[in-house]
């Protein structure tokens, strides 16, 4: 039977969000440049935004570039760049034929110029898509994001717009960069990594794990479906018993 067929489709995460790891690690297996890896990666990338779309998943979120990527070689960041606003270009009517609203969350202004330009292109003629919502996390790390939201609250509460006490999580939420998203149902890391490398701190609070030794070029739709089928598997309890939920 096909995978597919399996999945419910009344119980899909609401927001899956992916680590895209292991572009470097391809190539080297192949003899290649890291360079070679990235580029093999936009296929996956490609592939896994059309069958998530399809699917029927409402928001799907792809680590794309942390701050702490920065500190690689300038040569690989250059790629890294070159690769996004090509991809940004082609991809255009992909997003348009699959109904699709492209996002950013991350310190988009430490992007270049040329990047960021294309990506308020994008996001400004895909703003009325209403299928799914993509977000690309760019120049993205959780602690920038929360300290952001601190420094933002705090200078509400200075200038008396609002009390200490009112602060909750909705108004955490309201001030990062996810704003507009629900929190992460399923989170996805590829190549063998156990870690979550500063990617939605906040946001993953009882997101469901899927890790997989697959490398990001190798990803396919058929895996995206196997981590599904994973998850609705899973029992998810949000700190009741399982005879609460039942
Ligand atoms: C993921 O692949 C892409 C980015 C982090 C930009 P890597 O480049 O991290 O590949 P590995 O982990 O070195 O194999
Ligand atoms: C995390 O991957 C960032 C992205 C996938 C964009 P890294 O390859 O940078 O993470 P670490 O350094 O291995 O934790
Ligand atoms: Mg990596």
Do not use: C
Request: no cysteine; net charge positive; glycine share 4%.
């Amino acid at each position: 039977m096909d995978l597919l067929d399996t999945i419910d489709k009344n119980n899909l995460p609401k927001h899956l969000a992916i680590i895209m790891d292991g572009n470097g690690r391809w190539a080297k297996k192949q003899g290649l440049l890291r360079a070679f890896g990235h580029e093999r990666g936009t296929k996956s990338v490609k592939e896994i935004i059309k069958s998530s779309a399809k699917l029927g998943i409402e928001n799907l979120t792809l680590y794309a570039f942390s701050t702490e990527n920065w500190n690689r070689p300038k040569l690989e960041v250059d790629t890294l760049m070159k690769i996004l606003i090509n991809s940004l270009k082609k991809e255009l009517p992909t997003l348009e034929k699959n109904n699709i609203k492209l996002n950013a969350i991350g310190n988009l202004e430490k992007m270049p110029k040329s990047a960021q330009k294309e990506l308020i292109d994008v996001i400004e003629k895909t703003k009325n898509n209403t299928r799914m919502t993509l977000t690309l996390a760019l120049s993205y790390g959780a602690r920038e994001e929360i300290t952001n939201a601190i420094k933002q609250i705090s200078d509400k509460v200075k200038n008396n717009i609002i009390s200490i006490d009112a602060i909750d999580d909705s108004i955490i939420n309201e001030h990062l960069y996810t704003h507009n998203l629900p929190d992460v149902d399923l989170l996805i890391r590829t190549s063998g990594e156990h870690r979550v490398s500063n990617f939605l701190l906040w946001q993953i609070a009882y997101a469901e794990f899927y890790f997989t030794e697959i490398l990001w070029p190798d990803f396919t739709e058929q895996n995206l479906y196997e981590a599904i089928i994973s998850y609705q598997k899973r029992e998810r309890r949000f700190g009741k018993t399982s005879e609460q939920i039942k």
